[in-house]
C-alpha cells in the first residue's frame, strides 16, 4: 500500500528499526504554519535513505523525550502500526474511552486550549452557511459552545455532543449571551434523535474527526438534512500532499495516545482527534457534494468546505 510514490510498510518498519525517527516526524509535523513548510519536507524525504542507519536531523523533541518508553512501545506494537489498524475508518477512535472520557476531564480548560492553538474559522464558517429568518441549524459536536454567540437569533439551532462537560460549559454561554434560540442536546451524531429531513443547514467544526465514526455522522447528517441543505465543515483532515499524508498516517497510532504530542508545551491527552481522517473520501460515500473547499495552513491538513446535501 503507497500514498503516492511511499510505501507505508516500508517506512512502518524504518520507524520499528529507527523510533527516534518519530521525533523528526514530531517536527515536521509541526510545520503547518511555516510559509517554507512544504519546501522543509520535500527536502527531509529526498535526502531520507530507508537503507542507511537514521540520525536525527532535528532536535530531539521534547516530547518524544518526555513519553519515550510509552512512544516506543506503540511503535513496537504490530497491532497498531498494521495497515488494518493504520487505514481503518470506522472506529478507530474509542468514543466512551478515547473521547468522552478525555473531553470531560478537560472540559473546563478547552476553551482556553482551543483558543490558543486555533483561533481561527469559527466565526468565517458560521457567516458562510448564510442563515435565514426562521431556518434550523444543527451543529454536531457542539462541544462548549464555541460558536454560540456567532449565531443570528432569527434562526432556530440545535446542538448535539456526547459529552456532558462540554455541554455543561455550552450552557454556561447560552445563559451568558441571552440565546433563546438555541436547543442543547447529549446526543451522539452516529445515532440522532431527530426525524428524516429537518434541518435546513448543518455545522461540524472540529467534530468528526474527534468521532469514532465520522463516516456515520456525515450518513445521519445527510438523512437529517433536507435536500439541498447547505453544510459547512472545517476539519482537520488528510493531507492531499502526499508526504504530509504519510507523517499523519505514521503519527496516528501515537497521536490516538497521545493526541498534540507533536505540539511542544501542549498538555496531551486532553483534545483526542484522528490525525489522518480522509474526509473528502468520507463524503465520496453520502450524498454530500462539496460545492467549496479551502485549506487553511501550508500543510494543507485543516479544510474548510461548504457542501449541499444532494439526496
Known amino acids: 500500500m503507497k500514498i503516492g510514490k511511499y510505501d507505508i510498510e516500508s517506512f512502518v518498519k524504518f520507524l520499528r528499526d529507527n523510533p527516534s525517527f518519530i521525533s523528526d516526524v514530531f517536527h515536521m509535523i509541526s510545520l503547518d504554519g511555516d510559509v517554507d513548510a512544504l519546501k522543509k519536507i520535500s527536502e527531509y524525504f529526498n535526502n531520507l535513505d530507508l537503507t542507511s542507519p537514521f540520525k536525527p536531523r532535528f ?155 465520522p463516516l456515520g455522522a456525515l450518513e445521519e447528517l445527510c438523512r437529517v438534512c433536507k435536500p439541498q441543505a447547505k453544510i459547512a465543515i472545517l476539519e482537520v483532515v488528510r493531507s492531499p500532499i502526499e508526504e504530509v499524508a504519510l507523517l499523519q498516517i505514521l503519527l496516528r497510532p501515537i497521536n490516538r495516545k497521545f493526541d498534540h504530542i507533536y505540539i511542544e508545551g501542549f498538555p496531551v491527552n486532553s483534545v483526542p482527534f484522528d490525525c489522518y481522517m480522509d474526509l473528502l473520501s468520507l463524503l465520496e460515500k453520502t450524498s454530500i457534494k462539496p460545492v467549496h473547499t479551502e485549506y487553511l495552513t501550508y500543510t494543507k491538513w485543516v479544510l474548510f468546505m461548504i457542501g449541499q446535501n444532494a439526496k
Request: glycine share 6%; hydrophobic share 35%; proline share 3%.
Open 59 to 213: 532536535p530531539l523533541h521534547k516530547n518524544y523525550v518526555k513519553f519515550k518508553p510509552q512512544i516506543e512501545e506503540i511503535i513496537r506494537d504490530k497491532n497498531e502500526y498494521a495497515l488494518s489498524s493504520l487505514l481503518k475508518i470506522r472506529n478507530y477512535l474509542n468514543e466512551k474511552n478515547d473521547i468522552v472520557r478525555h473531553y470531560s476531564q478537560r472540559s473546563k480548560e478547552y476553551d482556553k486550549i482551543v483558543q490558543f492553538y486555533w483561533p481561527y474559522g469559527r466565526e468565517e464558517t458560521v457567516k458562510r452557511l448564510e442563515l435565514k429568518p426562521g431556518e434550523k441549524l444543527l451543529e454536531i459536536g457542539v462541544g462548549t459552545g464555541l460558536n454560540l454567540k456567532y449565531f443570528p437569533d432569527y434562526c432556530e439551532v440545535t446542538g448535539i455532543d456526547v459529552c456532558e462537560g462540554m455541554l455543561a460549559e455550552a450552557r454556561k454561554k447560552l445563559e451568558k449571551y441571552g440565546k433563546k434560540n438555541v436547543k442543547l442536546h447529549l446526543m451522539s451524531a452516529n445515532k440522532m434523535k431527530f426525524q428524516d429531513n429537518t434541518f435546513d443547514k448543518a455545522l461540524s467544526i472540529w467534530a468528526l474527526c474527534s468521532m469514532s465514526d
